[in-house]
């Protein structure tokens, strides 16, 4: 049977053949389980600037072992020039979000569930993205940023699926090692691709002028093999009345030693916790 860890804001007891549940970790992870309206900050930019709650989970990956280096460099020998095998890859593991939306005001209320993630290089925050312009659009979230509408009093029980995160992490990795254009990437299925083709760096066009920005095919294509998975997982959330949310990072292992079981409960020597800096584009249409 296929093991499952859930790192989740409650302990839940159960049978022996349930999934394994753990709870957050005694660091800042904590906090990130259970957000809270009342809290929200300013974040976005200009015109885009908007009051939400934000928290993250990290995946409990493991420091990689010497049967991971040999693996990952045996698969390294068979790359393109250029194309570097990362750490944590779309096929040792899954991720899946669930979250509770609570709605404590007596009115009806409406509010957004944002998710965006970091890989072992780049994490994306469409937050600290600056539009070009006052009519371009906002930097899009990885997934969801959907309107849900939710009586007074009323719960929403929500849930980012394993397709969308892998989504999230394949399209993560090609607006950050890819150069490729941010709306395209998100607005395109992608999670069945075999290869994608980094661009150039994407420069805007001359003044005046009304065509796209120019980009070029930019050394070898990334093989599937070599795509980048998804090591922390960032939720946002909007909303119009006073909510609350609580979320749990479901992670299914594929591969042996890649995630602990023990969650972020594991000792600090046995985890990598990884917060790399936010990518931005050198332009943004």
């Known amino acids: 049977m296929t093991r499952m860890l859930f790192i989740a804001s409650v302990l839940v007891v159960g049978c022996a053949n349930d999934p394994e549940y753990v709870q957050c970790g005694t660091s800042d992870t904590m906090d990130a389980c259970s957000l809270d309206s009342a809290n929200a900050v300013m974040m976005g930019t200009g015109m885009d600037a908007f009051l939400a709650v934000k928290g993250s989970l990290h995946v409990p990956v493991r420091p990689e072992t010497a049967d991971l280096t040999k693996s990952r460099m045996a698969l390294q020998a068979t790359m393109p020039t250029g194309v570097d095998v990362p750490l944590y890859r779309d096929d040792q593991y899954d991720l899946s979000v669930e979250y509770t939306v609570k709605n404590l005001d007596d009115k009806p209320g409406q509010m ?46 929500g849930l980012f699926r394993e397709d969308q995160l892998l989504e ?50 930019d050394g070898s294509a990334v ?60 332009y943004t249409p």
């Not at 970091?118 to 969801?144: Q, Y």
């Open 223 to 282: 093989p599937r093999a070599a795509f980048r998975n998804i090591v922390r997982v960032d939720i946002v959330m909007k909303s119009d009345t006073h909510m609350t949310i609580d979320f749990a990072l479901r992670v299914r292992p594929h591969v042996n030693d890649v995630i602990h079981d023990m969650g972020m409960d594991a000792p600090v020597a046995e985890l990598t916790i990884l917060d790399p800096a936010p990518f931005i584009p050198a």
């Open 112 to 157: 957004k569930i944002q998710l965006n993630a970091a890989n072992e290089m780049f994490s994306w925050d469409p937050a600290m993205i600056m539009p070009a312009g006052d009519e371009s659009p906002p930097a899009p979230a990885l997934a969801g940023d959907v309107p849900i509408d939710i009586q007074g009093k009323g719960q929403y029980d």
């Open 168 to 217: 999230a992490a394949i399209d993560l990795d090609q607006i950050t090692r890819g150069n490729i254009n941010m709306y395209a990437a998100t607005l395109t299925v992608n999670k069945n691709d075999p290869s994608f083709q980094p661009l150039s760096a994407s420069m805007p066009p001359p003044v005046g002028s009304d065509e796209p920005p120019m980009q070029t095919p």
